[in-house]
């Protein structure tokens, strides 16, 4: 098993940055990549960057040059870097470690964090 927590969420002005942290513990390993989602209030969820175990990273239009995902050596934490935030990015933001175990890809999600950005 693989536990998933996201943190670094908060109430944000337009136009400034937030970290948000992913933090897995427990079997890690295997890694067939991590997703960063949002939940916009009364929306579904939508993949906003992903990072896959070679390191290619791939971003949603509306986030590109904005948001940043980035890992540690180990796997163990992955960031999104968010600048330049919009109130448009007001969501839930939720962490996605997609695990490969007996030949399949197993998803390990956290439960979010909130990001309000205020205009």
């Known amino acids: 098993q693989v536990q998933v927590v996201e943190s670094g969420g908060g109430l944000v002005q337009a136009g400034g940055s937030l970290r948000l942290s992913c933090l897995a513990s427990g079997e890690v390993h295997n890694i067939n990549g991590v997703g960063w989602y949002r939940q916009p209030p009364g929306k579904e969820r939508e993949l906003v960057a992903r990072?896959?175990?070679?390191?290619?990273?791939t971003y949603e239009d509306p986030v590109k040059g904005r948001f940043t995902i980035a890992r540690d050596s180990a796997w163990n934490t992955v960031y999104l870097q968010m600048n330049s935030l919009q109130s448009q990015d007001t969501a839930v933001y939720y962490c996605?470690?997609?695990?490969?175990?007996?030949?399949?890809?197993?998803?390990?999600w956290g439960r979010g964090t909130q990001v309000t950005v205020s205009s």
């Open positions: 996605d470690f997609e695990v490969w175990r007996r030949g399949g890809i197993v998803h390990f």
């Open positions: 990072l896959d175990g070679g390191d290619t990273t």
